[in-house]
Nanobody, 119 residues
Framework: QVQLKESGGGLVQPGGSLRLSCVAS????????MGWYRQAPGKQREFVAV???????NYGDSVRERFSISRDYAENTVYLQMNDLKPEDTAVYYC?????????????WGQGIQVTVSA
């Protein structure tokens, strides 16, 4: 079984910053990538950022210049530093783990953490 534990969400004013963390644990063999998605009320889940285990990163267009993803490989942890937050960043943020387990590669999801940007 694989568990993803997210932390760091909350309420922040426009222009502020937050840092999300996600720790992966459980029975997986090798991590291929870790990343973040988000879902705002009434909208589909949206890609935010990903870092593959080789180090390359990719970002959604709406966050590219403001968010930064990083990983602690030893701790199986992924971080999302969010700067210059805007009201449209308000959403539930989900941690994603893409990992090999029993010779199969699959996606695993955290339960989600709320980020609210409001004055």
């Amino acid at each position: 079984q694989v568990q993803l534990k997210e932390s760091g969400g909350g309420l922040v004013q426009p222009g502020g910053s937050l840092r999300l963390s996600c720790v992966a644990s459980g029975s997986f063999d090798r991590i291929a990538a870790m990343g973040w998605y988000r879902q705002a009320p009434g909208k589909q889940r949206e890609f935010v950022a990903v870092q593959v285990s080789g180090g390359a990163t990719n970002y959604g267009d709406s966050v590219r210049e403001r968010f930064s993803i990083s990983r602690d490989y030893a701790e199986n942890t992924v971080y999302l530093q969010m700067n210059d937050l805007k009201p449209e960043d308000t959403a539930v943020y989900y941690c994603n783990l893409n990992a090999w387990r029993r010779r199969a590669r699959d996606d695993y999801w955290g339960q989600g953490i709320q980020v609210t940007v409001s004055a």
